[in-house]
């Protein structure tokens, strides 16, 4: 079922291209809300989910944080600094068949995975 292209959709679709980093649903609508200041958050968040959904962006599920925006749409892998909470690609190859590796014994089908790392960012290192 293809959904109908809104000018909110559109616009926070963009905001995610642009912002070109692993952005919260509070930083898109912060930054759109810059030229649109009638934009509702509520709209903000409500088009991220349906652009995760048709899989126009990705969510990444951040345990302990916000969930995060990513406009790279392949399979790879995060890291996030454990102390300002900046979350960045990792270099490194994908892991082949990985869900088909998994031994499970209770019964579980897995579906799909998000794999973050832990880390201290550059910044924070430097301002240690």
Do not use: W
Not at 76 to 103: A, F, T
């Amino acid at each position: 079922m293809n959904r109908r292209n809104t000018i909110q959709k559109d616009l926070v679709r963009r905001a995610v291209y642009e912002l070109k980093s692993h952005v919260t649903a509070d930083e898109v609508y912060e930054f759109i809300k810059e030229t649109h200041p009638n934009i509702g958050k509520g709209t903000v968040y409500r088009n991220l989910s349906l652009l995760a959904k048709e899989g126009d962006v990705r969510r990444v599920e951040i345990p302990d944080g916000p969930d995060r925006y990513d406009f790279t749409l392949n399979n790879h892998y995060h890291v996030r600094c454990v102390k300002c909470g900046n979350v960045s690609d990792v270099d490194m190859d994908i892991i082949p068949n990985v869900l088909e590796r998994i031994h499970d014994t209770h019964g579980t089908r897995f579906l799909s995975y998000d794999i973050t790392f832990k880390g201290i960012c550059k910044k924070c290192e430097h301002s240690a």
